[in-house]
């Protein structure tokens, strides 16, 4: 929290985090945060796409603003392109006029498919989880493997904040290997994970 207090200007109105990050899992102490911004009347935004709403509720933990985008998780089928801002009225507010201003607005039918994957979220999260702890622990015995990177592991630098602020740690995990010159080699042989730049769907990808 230290990094955060000594980065504070006096024009600064706004500490936007993301936890748990991408790609290497650090987990923020959103309370400490949420409080670190009271003392200076700065506002709190956290990227919360990675825990989603079932592993993580950053507003009771006194954070002002959360954001999700809602093409991974929230929709979790990989069909829909959209993003949710949770605050207070007054934020959402100032969040709606930008937004009109700027012309983005969701279609009925994108409306609906993200209701459809609401209604099944905290089932599929649930099993995201369970899966990507599964998978973290036989990556942190695999000899090719040096380091997996997921807060569900006791090793995780950040897994006490982790443990502390959230129900479930997430179907996201990232690994490195002990030769990173075999990550080609590693890739072709995959035939159940694809290699793609998305997350929260029904897929696996890597």
């Known amino acids: 929290m230290a ?14 985090v ?3 990050s991408n790609p290497l899992l650090h987990c923020i102490d959103l309370a400490a945060l949420a409080a670190l911004g ?5 506002l709190t935004v956290i990227d919360n796409t990675f825990a989603t709403p079932i592993n993580q509720n950053p507003i009771p933990l006194g954070i002002d603003a959360v954001i999700h985008s ?8 990989s069909d829909v392109n959209a993003g949710v801002v949770v605050a207070s009225a007054e934020i959402v507010s100032r969040v709606t006029e930008s937004a009109v201003n700027f012309g983005g607005m969701l279609d009925a039918h994108a409306c609906s498919q993200l209701e459809r994957g609401l209604k099944t979220l905290a089932l599929r999260v649930q099993r995201h989880n369970e899966n990507a702890a599964t998978l973290a622990r036989f990556l942190a015995s ?12 006791p090793e995780h630098p950040d897994h ?3 443990a502390r602020q ?5 179907g996201m995990l990232s690994f490195e290997l002990c030769q990173p010159e075999r990550l080609d080699g590693l890739l072709s042989r995959l035939r159940i994970v694809m290699p793609a730049l998305s997350l929260g769907g029904v897929e696996s990808l890597i």
């Open 70 to 77: 809602a093409t991974k998780y929230l929709n979790g089928h």
């Open 160 to 162: 006490a904040i982790a």
């Open 18 to 20: 993301e936890s748990p």
């Open 38 to 42: 009271k003392r200076h009347g700065v």
């Open 3 to 16: 990094e955060f207090a000594a980065a504070l200007r006096p024009e600064t109105r706004l500490i936007y």
């Open 142 to 153: 695999h000899p090719a493997v040096s380091k997996v990177n997921y807060p569900g592991l």
């Open 166 to 170: 959230m129900r479930g740690f997430g």
